[in-house]
């Protein structure tokens, strides 16, 4: 039932333009905190047998636990699977992320299982810009086609 409302995507790859799909949640919301409560309550009966006051600290363990995984499960799905790129490590250090996303290009280069895939719509620069680009040099170019 929920299929029906969960979009396929919802947006590209700033890098290779592969329609993907990020979860918009940063943060627990309503729904987290109720089955953090609830988490605590079988944990406090489990432990205990009834009720116990201690099930506040159950009850923010639980809550540390489901912040941390939606923070990591989005983290994880903002990275392109497939040519790597990290939007946040971008902004942050792009230098780094161009390597990341070197690396990775290098692996599907010689990955058999992607010979047969279609090939990535990777950003094109012409010879004589990448040229100006690289005597300038503001940057390395990671790839010029795969
Ligand atoms: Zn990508």
């Known amino acids: 039932m929920f299929a029906l409302f969960k979009p396929k995507h919802n947006c590209y790859c700033a890098f290779c333009k592969t329609p993907r799909n990020i979860y918009r949640k940063k943060n627990i919301g309503v729904m987290n905190i109720l089955a953090s409560a609830m988490a605590a309550v079988v944990i406090m009966f489990a432990i205990w047998q009834e009720y116990d006051p201690r099930v506040m600290i159950a009850f923010v363990v639980c809550l540390a636990i489901s912040e941390i995984f939606v923070q990591i499960r989005w983290r994880l799905s903002v990275v392109c699977r497939a040519c790597g790129f990290d939007p946040i490590m971008y902004v942050k250090d792009p230098q780094a ?7 990775q290009l290098d ?28 005597t300038k040099g503001k940057g390395k170019l990671v790839s010029r086609s795969i």
Do not use: M, S
Request: no cysteine; hydrophobic share 45%; net charge positive.
């Open 97 to 103: 992320a161009a390597e990341k996303v070197k690396v």
């Open 107 to 134: 692996r599907r280069k010689e990955d058999p299982k992607y010979l047969l895939a279609k090939p990535l719509n990777l950003p094109a620069i012409a010879p004589k810009k990448a040229e100006a680009l690289q």
